[in-house]
C-alpha cells in the first residue's frame, strides 16, 4: 500500500525525443502543473542522456523530495540509475512509445495533468529492481524487462533504422530479423539450476511487458523477491510467428515450447547475444542478472 509523502521540490528529467517528440511537446505543460501545484521545479535536459542525468544529479545533490521522469521507458531507466537505493521517489510523466513502467505501476499513460496529480499526491510503493552485470563488468538497474535473442536482435536494427518512426519501426525490423534468425544454444541457470537449451528469446522481467504492452513475463510481480525468466525454445519460423503475437494478452506462455522459471540470480550466456533492459543496451552476454528487493520508491495512484 502506497504511503503518502508529498513533495515540494523536484527535479524532472525531460526527453524531447520520446514517443516521436511527445516528450518535448508535453514537458512545459508538466512543469506549469507541478508548478501550479506548489511543487518547486528543476528542469534537467540535456543534448545527451548523460548530461541530463548529470545535471539531475546536480539538483538531487541540493536536495529534492523527488526526481521525475518526461518521456518513455528509456528516461524512466535514466530515473532509475539515480534513485536506485535512495530515499528518493521517481514518479513518471509517460508520454513515449512504449510506457511500459508507467503500466505495470498503474500511471495513466500520455494523460499529463493525471500524472501530475499522481506525483503531487506522494503516494510511494516501495518495488523491487533487476540489476544486470554485462560481460564487460558494465551494471544497470531495470525496472520493468531485461531480454535476449530475436527481441534484443530487434531492437539492435530497429536502432539502426532512420525511417519509420514509432512502432512501425519496430515492425519493420521484426520482419527483417525473422529471415535470417536463427534459434541459439542457451546456457540458462537460476539459482544455481541449469535449465539450458536452444531458443529464439529468453527474457527476464521484474515488470510483466516491454514493447508497448507485450506480457513477455505474464507471472512477474513487481515486488515479489523474485525475477521471472520466459524461456521461448526453438520453433520453426511458421509456429513462431503463430507464438510471438501472443505476448500481447501473455497467452504465449500456454505454448508447449514456453517454459517460465522464477529465481533471485539467474545467469545468461549464448554466443554474440545481446542484453537490452527496459529497452536500453546493455552489452554482450554472458549476463548475471539479480532481484534487489525494495530498492526503488515510486510515486503511484493511491490504492497502488
Request: charged letters at 15%; hydrophobic letters at 45%; aromatic letters at 4%.
Amino acid at each position: 500500500m502506497a504511503v503518502a509523502y508529498p513533495p515540494r521540490r523536484v527535479v524532472i528529467l525531460v526527453n524531447p525525443t520520446s514517443g516521436g517528440g511527445r516528450g518535448g511537446r508535453n514537458a512545459p505543460q508538466a512543469i506549469a502543473g507541478l508548478r501550479a501545484r506548489g511543487l518547486e521545479v528543476i528542469e534537467a535536459t540535456g543534448a545527451s542522456a548523460a548530461e541530463t542525468s548529470a545535471q539531475a544529479a546536480l539538483a538531487m545533490a541540493d536536495g529534492v523530495d523527488a526526481v521525475v521522469v518526461c518521456g518513455g521507458d528509456g528516461t524512466v531507466n535514466l530515473g532509475v540509475q539515480l534513485v536506485a537505493g535512495t530515499e528518493v521517489p521517481l514518479g513518471i510523466i509517460p508520454v513515449g512509445t512504449g510506457d511500459d513502467n508507467a503500466r505495470t505501476l498503474g500511471i495513466p499513460l500520455n494523460e499529463v495533468e493525471q500524472a501530475v496529480d499522481v506525483i503531487a499526491a506522494g503516494h510511494v510503493r516501495t518495488v523491487d529492481l533487476g540489476h544486470v552485470t554485462a560481460a564487460d563488468g558494465s551494471g544497470r538497474w531495470f525496472l520493468g524487462v531485461m531480454s535476449s535473442g530475436f527481441d534484443s536482435l530487434v531492437n539492435e536494427r530497429a536502432n539502426r533504422l532512420s525511417w519509420p518512426k514509432g512502432k512501425a519501426r519496430y515492425l519493420v525490423a521484426v520482419i527483417a530479423e525473422l529471415s535470417v534468425f536463427k534459434a541459439l544454444p542457451y546456457v540458462v541457470e537460476v539459482d544455481g539450476v541449469h535449465h539450458d537449451g536452444t531458443a529464439m528469446l529468453v527474457a527476464v522481467g521484474n515488470g510483466v511487458s516491454y514493447g508497448g504492452g507485450m506480457k513477455v513475463c505474464p507471472s512477474a510481480v513487481p515486488d515479489d523477491g523474485q525475477l521471472s525468466l520466459t524461456f521461448l525454445g526453438e520453433v520453426s519460423k511458421p509456429t513462431f510467428l503463430k507464438v510471438f503475437p501472443r505476448v500481447f494478452n501473455g497467452s504465449h506462455v500456454s505454448h508447449p515450447a514456453v517454459h517460465e522459471f522464477s529465481g533471485r540470480h539467474i545467469k545468461l550466456d549464448a554466443p554474440g547475444q545481446i542484453a537490452y533492459a527496459d529497452g536500453e543496451r546493455v552489452g554482450l552476454l554472458p549476463v548475471q542478472v539479480e532481484v534487489r528487493p525494495n530498492t526503488l520508491r515510486a510515486l503511484v495512484p493511491a490504492g497502488r
